[in-house]
């Protein structure tokens, strides 16, 4: 039987089938009840499940502020004149769930009565009534008031997307890397998926580094530096020009394919790839279109030229890097240009996407760090088009999307809509709160005025992966740390003290 903690009481609203308050009964050093936690009592119509919204304290003797200062002036304190300390009560409110019952959830239709006494709920209640997977779940951390791990079912987490919301430093890639940690930790016969990391800033190399204070991961993780990515342009159609190209007209598309075709013919005998210089070339050499419609397509050729990503070939060979139980991390971190960016991401989703729906990979996660700049609000960007078609079609071919984004406000909504799940760490950004609070029907206010005050490393869990909204203390991380937790002195020590080698190797030369 789990522990009594407080018995419903009347007020003018309630108790109604949706919510109740109760008075704290249960006596102890310890805070008895949170705000967040979850309680449990039986009414008539089953076992109830309730999360407690709101926590007050009061206190009949403390009720006139003038009675209270008159007394305070005179030198002694009220508690020495009135047994006040014996008149202080807790008052908890808490929301209905549902019902707990043997076909599962419920929705409850008829109040509890004052006087039913309100309980702790057990680890075991919590875990089938939340829904978590404690065979094969993704662990993520702990639950909130609760010791009971929180292990998310794998498809109801990813299948339908999932986006990581939170301001800077509130611990987005961290829980992001622990999710690609436990993707990476899974057994065969659990069901494994490849992973794939759009790291912008270089934050989640660490996890393919070796380390001797936690779980290695550097057998299972490929690294590849986004100056080293090449796109092959064998490979790409016109139509798949005009994507990184959309101002392209259709009269240039047509041309550009007229050249690609001829293109193909030539160097079919010769075995040798054809390059972007190629294309320019026949573009250059061909006579017989229109000189001004030569020159336009030929100004867009030489534009996307001077990203230095074209080749002959594609570099990696993603096809072979995606596998089930590994990761490839995509390292943007040596990538200024955002367009150069966005026509990398653009070209990977693209090809990953289609090799998935040939059933030629195997079914993957694509994080996205910094989702905005690849599908923003506007959608202006290149990437946007590949992004939202795997946001709306990704589940029928079991292609997932992670977006990961510390200013929601500026993410696309179309893509945004798609996520069924979110975890949302700390939020204080007005506009981005109101975002989140109306991509969400689950989240309440009082929700939403918990997100902006929560400590880092704690995260608030709602959509299809959970059948209530649940707050999470992110488990630590089991692989390398990245080198970003150095204090900013000694980075600006460690800075000057390669000033001051460099000045004392200079004068010793001399």
């Known amino acids: 039987m789990s522990a009594e903690i407080g018995t419903v009481i009347c007020t003018i609203d309630g108790p109604t089938p949706s919510e109740f308050s109760f008075v704290v009964t249960k006596r102890s050093r310890d805070i008895p009840v949170r705000r967040g936690q979850f309680v449990e009592l039986q009414t008539e119509e089953g076992k109830a499940i309730a999360c407690v919204e709101n926590v007050m304290k009061t206190n009949r003797y403390f009720t006139r502020p003038d009675s209270v200062g008159e007394y305070e002036r005179g030198g002694k304190a009220l508690t020495s004149i009135f047994p006040a300390d014996r008149w202080e009560y807790i008052i908890a409110k808490a929301r209905i769930v549902g019902l707990q019952t043997e076909n599962g959830l419920e929705q409850v239709g008829f109040p509890p009565s004052p006087g039913q006494k309100v309980y702790e709920t057990s680890p075991e209640v919590l875990t089938r009534f939340l829904g978590f997977d404690q065979d094969g779940g993704i662990e993520i951390g702990k639950l909130r008031y609760h010791e009971v791990p929180v292990k998310l079912d794998l ?46 800033h270089g934050e989640y190399v660490s996890i393919g580094e070796s380390s001797g204070n936690g779980d290695d991961f550097s057998d299972k993780v490929s690294v590849v530096k986004g100056n080293d990515v090449r796109i092959g342009v064998p490979n790409l159609s016109a139509y798949r020009f005009r994507e990184f190209l959309p101002d392209m007209s259709g009269s240039q598309t047509r041309e550009l394919a007229q050249v690609i075709r001829k293109l193909r013919t030539d160097f079919q005998s010769s075995g040798r790839p054809y390059d972007l210089d190629d294309i320019i070339k026949c573009v250059q050499e061909d006579g017989d279109s229109n000189r001004n419609l030569r020159q336009a397509l030929l100004d867009r050729l030489y534009d996307i030229r ?17 596998r089930p139980g590994r990761a490839v991390i995509l390292d943007l971190s040596d990538v200024l240009n955002l367009r150069k960016k966005q026509v990398i991401v653009t070209y990977v989703a693209r090809k990953l996407f289609d090799a998935r729906k040939a059933n030629e990979i195997s079914p993957f996660v694509l994080f996205l760090e910094e989702a905005h700049q690849f599908a923003p609000s506007n959608e202006t960007a290149i990437s946007s088009s ?19 984004s510390q200013r929601p406000v500026r993410l696309s909504t179309t893509i945004l809509s798609q996520a069924n799940t979110n975890v949302i760490l700390r939020v204080t950004n007005p506009y981005d709160l109101d975002h989140i609070k109306r991509s969400s029907e689950r989240i309440t206010k009082e929700t939403a005025d918990m997100i902006s005050a929560l400590p880092v490393g ?48 200079a004068e010793a030369f001399m």
Do not use: C, Q
């Not at 829980?175 to 992973?195: F, K, M, N, Q, Y």
């Not at 795997?390 to 997932?400: H, L, N, Q, V």
């Open 386 to 404: 590949i992004l939202k078609t795997i946001a709306r079609e990704g589940r029928k071919f079991y292609a997932s999307l992670v977006l990961i």
């Open 306 to 322: 001077t990203l230095g990503i074209f080749g002959e070939n594609d570099y990696p060979h993603w096809e072979a890097l995606v």
């Open 458 to 505: 704690e995260a608030l869990i709602v959509g299809e992966a959970v059948n209530h909204p649940i707050f999470v203390r992110v488990r630590r991380r089991r692989s390398r740390e990245a080198n970003y937790g150095e204090s900013l002195e000694e980075v600006a020590k460690k800075f000057e003290g390669l000033i001051e080698k460099s000045r004392r190797d």
């Open 155 to 200: 498809t109801k987490l990813f299948r339908k997307h999932l986006a990581i919301l939170a301001m800077s430093g509130a611990g987005k890639s961290h829980t992001a890397t622990v999710l690609i940690e436990e993707l990476l930790s899974r057994p065969s016969d659990s069901g494994r998926l490849g992973v794939v990391v759009v790291d912008v």
